[in-house]
């Protein structure tokens, strides 16, 4: 069965402050994984994803096998960075299996 | 920027009632998808659709739903009769030439069934 798991619903930090985003994800295959946001009032678009290695936004994520996690990071968050985030994987077919989401809020 | 658009935003209906939402992917997208999420819980997965047919679908896409593509441009899902716990949003996505997994979402169209 493919699972993804946020275990935070909210998470509240100062600006500047860092920040980590919590996924683990439960696959027997080698998933592609997935950061998508949602800032308010607009729609679910893809942040990043583990394929590509890439920063976005100041954000990076690392896959790791041995704790079947995909944490997302940022060292400063940042006001605009307030937003939900879901963790989603991708298991041998087409369908995205998306985690409940962490709501974050960056406070001034 | 080419956006994927859903139609209507919101919608109200009783229950029983057969209900078709709209969606336009982006236009040169070849995967089509339908999520759903009900209030407070996860976004899940209903169906996806590639070369006018559908490809996979979840347990929850029962003989109520069915999506078709009836002119080329738009993507439509329909259930039949609707009931209560069909209450959500739901999200059309499209994505590119190949399998990516880089979605690209619609707005919504929120249904609540009374």
């Known amino acids: 069965a493919q699972r993804v798991t946020q275990p935070e619903k909210l998470l509240s930090v100062f600006k500047g402050a860092p920040v980590e985003l919590k996924c683990n994800y439960s696959y027997s295959g080698s998933p592609e994984l997935f950061w998508y946001v949602q800032y308010s009032r607009q729609r679910l678009q893809l942040l990043l994803r583990?394929?590509s290695r890439e920063s976005i936004k100041g954000f990076t994520a690392d896959l790791n096998k041995g704790e079947t996690s995909f944490h997302l990071k940022k060292p400063f968050a940042q006001e605009e960075d307030s937003a939900m985030y879901y963790c989603?994987?991708?298991?041998?077919?087409?369908?995205?299996?998306f985690g409940k989401g962490t709501k974050l809020t960056v406070n001034p | 920027e080419p956006e994927v658009t859903q139609t209507p935003s919101h919608q109200v209906t009783q229950m029983g009632q057969e209900v078709i939402l709209r969606c336009v992917p982006i236009?040169?997208?070849?995967?089509f998808y339908w999520y759903r999420q009900i209030l407070g819980q996860k976004v899940e997965f209903l169906v996806s659709f590639y070369n006018n047919e559908i490809s996979e679908k979840s347990e929850i896409f029962d003989d109520q739903f069915s999506v078709e593509r009836p002119d080329g441009s738009n993507f439509t899902l329909k259930i039949r009769s609707t009931k209560l716990e069909d209450s959500a949003m739901y999200f059309c996505a499209s994505s590119g030439t190949d399998r990516t997994g880089e979605l690209f979402f619609g707005e919504g169209s929120r249904l609540t069934v009374l």
């Open positions: 583990h394929i």
């Open positions: 236009s040169n997208h070849l995967y």
């Open positions: 989603a994987l991708q298991g041998g077919s087409e369908k995205l299996v």
